[in-house]
């Protein structure tokens, strides 16, 4: 066998090297786990959660006269009488709007007659087979005028003046019952006047 030179030995050696690194590499590869992806973070948003909408507050009203579209209408809490006229298709033609207070909030079950203008140019409340009364539209004491309170039964200017002027003194009323605190008005007027007036 020839002797090796010192060249061929230097080749070898690198050779025998190269490979034992190699195979190194590949055996500790295999034993290796491979690091799992982290997985995703959830952060809880608390304005994500779901929020249930509050069902607005309504009422009925039935608005009959000269209107269009006389029927029983929906309306949402703090509607006033110009509402109920527009829900009912508008006023008609001979409607006498004037004597009616568009500005009045409206209650629950509450009737709005709108009446109508006569040749003579006075108002005529059409007939009602209902058995509720034919008022217009309740008077509300705690914003009604002088002439709006003065127009209801048994109040004249006088009352009406006292009315304004404990409201002056003590604020809006809290109840329909405090109207019986006024000067002139007494339990049987309240009885009268009930049916009649809002706050």
């Not at 295999?30 to 982290?38: G, L």
């Not at 109840?175 to 000067?183: A, K, M, P, S």
């Amino acid at each position: 066998m020839e002797k090796l030179s010192k060249r061929q030995i230097v080749v070898l050696i690198v050779a025998v090297l190269a490979l034992g690194i190699g195979a190194g590499l590949f055996v500790g590869s295999r034993f290796i786990k491979p690091t799992p992806d982290p997985l995703p973070q959830i952060i809880e948003n608390p304005s994500s959660q779901e929020i249930v909408p509050t069902a607005p507050v309504s009422f009925r009203v039935y608005v009959t006269g000269a209107v269009l579209h006389p029927d029983v209408y929906s309306l949402p809490e703090g509607s006033i009488v110009r509402d109920a006229l527009a829900a009912a298709g508008g006023a008609a033609n001979d409607a006498d709007l004037i004597a009616v207070n568009l500005a009045a909030r409206l209650e629950d079950g509450e009737q709005v007659t709108v009446p109508v203008r006569s040749a003579d140019g006075t108002s005529a409340a059409p007939t009602s087979t209902s058995s509720a009364p034919g008022i217009h539209v309740r008077v509300s004491i705690n914003h009604g005028t002088l002439a709006e309170l003065d127009a209801l039964p048994g109040i004249g200017p006088v009352k009406a003046q006292a009315i304004l002027d404990y409201r002056a003194q003590h604020g809006l009323f809290k109840r329909l019952e405090d109207l019986q605190n006024v000067t002139g008005i007494g339990t049987k007027t309240y009885e009268d006047l009930k049916s009649l007036i809002t706050l």
